[in-house]
């Protein structure tokens, strides 16, 4: 164990918690959830990844690190008109496709047959009303945001990652001494709370599908091209059938789906955290208990994002996902011919449901569409 191992396992785990917190409790509200049960949300999550990352790191051997699904929850921020107990319920229905992906192999061939191009632009198109949160939320406090903005711009030429945090901890700062907080309350451990699903086949169809695609084909399958990157070969039924477990286990606690991580495995998996492969596993259990005291505090961290105002949390969502917003719209349209990326993009970034079903599957089912009707034009001789 080298000092190295602990700390790429406790960055991996701010990044991965400061980063992307504030789009969960953006899902929350989405759905109507209550402060408690926002806070189950938070700590489950975070249990969640705790047991899935020591059990998949210690059992092979290779620093397989997992993570609550950002995308997934950039789409569940989007869908609107749906309950708790209703988003419960899609919830276990990806749960139980993410499942049954690791147990039925042709499942899984058959989502990797989807253009990458069309999940590209699904994925473009969920996460582009966060990116456009960010110019409303300058315009709103513009002392507040022309600051964070600067700082992300100029510390992101060095790191990203880093710059998320950055914007994060200086916009706590600013927002106590423009006095645009509201009193935190006292310090609370988490609780855990049950929501009754309830199946609705919209929902399921409208929200649970889309689920489990944007988690699939934005973090698990680039997880896994991580690992094989860094030398490993991942056991990718496995990784799938423990993390699909857990998003079914922790669903009726408002948890929505734990997946492979992608951005954050990368911190784990290179040779700065150990000059030997073979022993970077050990980043793992340190990235786990890192999230198990996190899960001890989420009521805690609830409150104190919900003590801030609404502009700072859009901000920090919304520079949080412009990298993958910037990469999936550019993969989306690289293709030949753009337009059925175009169409699953607008259509999917609209929020405009039909049928009770959203607009990421609506825009999934157009891009499709339109891929196979190019590919029915005559070739000119």
Not at 5 to 27: D, P
Not at 99 to 115: E, K
Not at 132 to 142: I, M, S, T, Y
Not at 184 to 212: H, M, N
């Amino acid at each position: 164990m080298r000092l190295s191992v602990i700390v790429s396992g406790l960055t991996a785990m701010l990044v991965g918690f400061g980063g992307s917190v504030a789009i969960v409790i953006a899902a929350a509200e989405a759905v109507g959830a209550t402060q408690a049960q926002t806070s189950s949300w938070i700590a489950v999550l975070c249990l969640s990844m705790a047991i899935t990352t020591a059990t998949l790191s210690i059992t092979h051997r290779m620093p397989i690190i997992t993570a609550w699904s950002t995308p997934g929850a950039a789409l569940i921020a989007t869908t609107s008109g749906l309950s708790i107990n209703v988003a419960v319920g899609a919830f276990l229905f990806c749960g139980a496709l993410l499942v049954a992906t690791a147990a039925f192999r042709p499942l899984g061939a058959l989502v990797q047959r989807i253009p990458p191009g069309i999940a590209a632009a699904i994925l473009a198109g969920v996460l582009f009303p966060f990116v456009l949160g960010v110019v409303a939320g300058v315009g709103a406090a513009p002392w507040l945001g022309l600051p964070l903005v600067t700082v992300f711009l100029v510390l992101r030429l060095f790191s990203p990652s880093w710059a998320v945090l950055a914007v994060l901890g200086l916009g706590l700062g600013l927002t106590h001494v423009l006095g645009m907080t509201t009193p935190v309350g006292d310090f609370t451990f988490s609780r855990v709370v049950w929501v009754k699903p309830v199946f609705e086949t919209g929902a399921l169809v409208g929200l649970g599908l889309p689920l489990y695609l944007v988690t699939v084909a934005s973090q698990s399958l680039p997880g896994l091209a991580v690992l094989r990157a860094s030398g490993y070969a991942p056991p990718s039924g496995p990784i799938m059938a423990v993390t699909g477990l857990a998003s079914l286990l922790s669903a009726p606690f408002a948890a929505h789906t734990t997946s492979l991580a992608a951005i954050t495995a990368a911190i784990c998996t290179g040779p700065d955290t150990h000059p030997d492969p073979r022993k970077r596993w050990q980043s793992g259990p340190v990235y786990a208990l890192g999230y198990a005291v996190l899960a001890l505090f989420g009521a805690w961290m609830v409150g104190l994002i919900a003590a801030v105002p609404p502009e700072l949390v859009a901000i920090v969502a919304g520079v949080a996902l412009l990298g993958p917003f910037v990469g999936s719209a550019a993969m989306a349209f690289s293709g030949r011919d753009p337009l059925p990326a175009a169409a699953a993009f607008v259509i999917t970034a609209s929020g405009v449901s039909a049928f009770g079903v959203g607009a990421a599957f609506w825009g999934l089912v157009a891009g499709i569409a339109l891929g196979a009707l190019a590919r029915l034009r005559p070739v000119r001789p």
